[in-house]
Each structure stands twice: as C-alpha cells, then as structure tokens.
C-alpha cells in the first residue's frame, strides 16, 4: 500500500561544488587582505591622584647597568662593583634614607642586577625596583 508517490526531484540549476571552491577562494583573499588590530583584552581606567609626584632627590642614587664592559655606572661616571659597594656604605652612613634607583639595559646579564642590589641590600640601602631600558642606553 502507497500512500503517497514519489517525487522525482529535478537537479538543481547552479551547480554547488563550484560554488564552494569560489568561496573558499574568497575566503582565502580576505584572510589575506584583512589587517587585524592588536587590541588589549581588558582595558584599564588607572587611578589619579592630584598630589604632586615625589622626584628624585640629588642624595639618592643612580646606577646603570650596561650590557657590555663597562658595566656600571654610578650618574654618569663609570665605576668598578667594589667603587659601587664603598660609594653605597659611604652614602648610607651620611644619609640612611638614601634610596637606589637601578636602570639597566634590557641584554643586561641579570647577574650583575643581583649584584648590584645584594651590595646596596648589605650596605642598607632601599632600592626601587629596577627599570629595563632599551639598547644601547646611555648613562
């Protein structure tokens, strides 16, 4: 018993398989095409504060670190890591509120970092946390 007949369908007109190479091919271009923006995933309102920002004051110090011999500078004068050891106990015995502010070259061995810090952390001075700088930095 049939209930209902059979349709024959009749193929369609615009043949499909070609028309997913075209898109693909479409697809294809506009990734190339398409430039993309890097932009940050969380976007942050930092906080302000209107009281002036407290500068460096002429008795602390500032050491470079440089990537290559020689590596430390103390301003703009060059010096040895045991002139940085007594120049820091020279200066904390003056003035115990000294504080150290380290800027070192980003191909900088870390190494020489720690020492600078372990000899200003033996001598009792305080130290801000060191600021990376591009190649090539001059004191």
Same mark, same amino acid.
Not at 55 to 62: M, P, T, V
Not at 93 to 121: C, I, Y
């Given at each position: ?36 923006? %890097?932009? =940050?995933?969380?976007? @942050?309102? &930092? ?7 407290? /500068? ?37 015995? %003056?003035? =115990?509120?000294?504080? @150290?502010? &380290? ?7 870390? /190494? ?28």
């Amino acid at each position: 018993m049939r209930f209902c007949q059979k349709k024959r369908r009749t193929p369609p007109a615009i043949i499909i398989v070609s028309l997913i190479d075209i898109l693909i091919v479409l697809l294809i271009f506009m990734m190339v095409t398409t430039t993309f923006r %890097q932009q =940050p995933a969380i976007r @942050l309102e &930092l906080p302000t504060t209107k009281q002036p920002r407290q /500068g460096g004051s002429e008795g602390n110090l500032i050491v470079t670190i440089a990537k290559e011999p020689p590596y430390f500078y103390l301003g703009p004068a060059q010096v040895s890591l045991e002139d940085l050891k007594s120049e820091f106990k020279r200066r904390a015995a %003056q003035n =115990p509120d000294v504080v @150290l502010a &380290l800027r070192a070259d980003t191909r900088a061995e870390f /190494g020489n970092v720690l020492k600078v810090t372990e000899a200003a952390s033996t001598a009792g001075i305080k130290s801000r946390p060191v600021a990376y700088l591009k190649d090539g930095i001059t004191p």
